[in-house]
């Protein structure tokens, strides 16, 4: 199970700090990654982090701002926001998935998702 928690509502030029709980996985063994669904569009790929910590990617449209981390330890993936614009606003997923780089983007990677945290930024 994932649980997604932090969302609110911002403004423009601030920061918000989203967190997935994770339990009933071997959380360690998964990749994790967050995307993010703006109403009548598709769910879309924001950043992901390997196992124990490694390699992080993101979207160009997260890349500067966002910052993805794990803590192996409390079962947690975080994802920091910073800069937010009213852009960034959507509902974002956390997500659990055993994939492979080239498939990092794609929802269809992942096995077990979250309940969703809805992001407002406003201008």
């Known amino acids: 199970q994932l649980q997604a928690s932090g969302g609110g509502l911002v403004q423009a030029g601030g920061s918000l700090r989203l967190s997935c709980a994770v339990s009933g996985l071997s959380f360690n063994n998964y990749v994790m990654g967050w995307f993010r669904q703006a109403p009548g569009k598709e769910r879309d790929f924001v950043a992901t982090?390997?196992?124990?910590?490694?390699?992080?990617y993101y979207a160009d449209s997260a890349k500067g701002r966002f910052t993805i981390s794990r803590d192996n330890a409390k079962n947690m993936v975080i994802l920091q926001m910073n800069s937010l614009k009213p852009e960034d606003t959507a509902v974002y997923y956390c997500?659990?998935?055993?994939?492979?780089?080239?498939?990092?983007?794609?929802?269809?990677?992942?096995?077990?998702w979250g309940q969703g945290t809805l992001v407002t930024v406003s201008s």
């Open positions: 982090i390997f196992r124990n910590g490694g390699r992080s």
């Open positions: 997500a659990a998935g055993t994939t492979i780089l080239s498939q990092i983007r794609y929802p269809s990677a992942y096995n077990y």
